[in-house]
């Protein structure tokens, strides 16, 4: 660790959801069913959680693979809703 320079690191959450991200397709059930059940949150509040992690330093070094997944989709989307001209609609990046 450098002088005056703290190391962060992601918290267990933030660790459960890139490894939620690694495997969902896997499960039984609905991604958003899946995501309510082990978050404990909504749909929209686990999409903006997830788009501030996929922006850390903290969890690129943790997940490289998913976090540029994640990422690349992101922007794929963003990309469609300013090519169909649905971007003032607003709303989570999935």
């Given at each position: 660790?450098?002088?005056?320079?703290?190391?962060?690191?992601?918290?267990?959450r933030q660790r459960a959801m890139?490894?939620?991200?690694?495997?969902?397709?896997?499960?039984?059930?609905?991604?958003?069913?899946?995501?309510?059940?082990?978050f404990q949150c909504s749909t929209e509040q686990y999409y903006?959680?997830?788009?501030?992690?996929?922006?850390?330093?903290?969890?690129?070094?943790?997940?490289?693979?998913?976090?540029?997944?994640?990422?690349?989709?992101?922007?794929?989307?963003?990309?469609?809703?300013?090519?169909?001209?649905?971007?003032?609609?607003?709303?989570?990046?999935?």
């Amino acid at each position: 660790m450098a002088r005056g320079h703290a190391v962060r690191v992601i918290t267990e959450r933030q660790r459960a959801m890139l490894e939620f991200e690694r495997t969902w397709w896997n499960l039984d059930e609905p991604k958003d069913t899946a995501l309510r059940a082990r978050f404990q949150c909504s749909t929209e509040q686990y999409y903006a959680e997830l788009n501030d992690l996929i922006e850390s330093p903290e969890a690129l070094a943790h997940d490289p693979l998913v976090v540029r997944r994640l990422q690349r989709q992101r922007v794929r989307r963003l990309r469609e809703r300013l090519d169909s001209g649905t971007d003032a609609q607003g709303g989570a990046i999935r």
